[in-house]
């Protein structure tokens, strides 16, 4: 009686310490998650919201550079494009998502 109490007693134990060890080696599989997380999810939302608020504050007489290089003065603004002058007399619809940077006049001043 004594030897079948103490099996069931050793038996619980083991599966006990069996659902511990799996919980340990599930650990370094969170820990991963979690570095993944912090080193490339959260800064590309940060950017992301940076992005969407430089975009959402676009004004006229704004001087941007676009994604595809071109340089230019905001001369109309749309819901969904802008219009920039890259030259005396030459205006061009961009979409506003091709915007890539404002230009500030430090920039300017040292080129």
Excluded: W
């Amino acid at each position: 009686m004594i030897s079948s109490a103490t099996a069931a007693a050793m038996t619980m134990f083991s599966l006990a310490q069996a659902a511990g060890n799996g919980l340990v080696a599930f650990l370094p599989l969170v820990i991963i998650m979690v570095i993944f997380y912090v080193l490339l999810i959260l800064p590309a939302q940060r950017r992301q919201k940076k992005t969407q608020a430089m975009l959402g504050a676009l004004k006229n007489g704004d001087k941007v550079v676009t994604s595809g290089g071109l340089y230019g003065t905001i001369v109309g603004l749309e819901p969904e494009a802008v219009q920039l002058r890259i030259a005396e007399q030459v205006k061009v619809k961009v979409a506003r998502s091709a915007i890539a940077d404002i230009q500030s006049d430090m920039k300017e001043e040292k080129s």
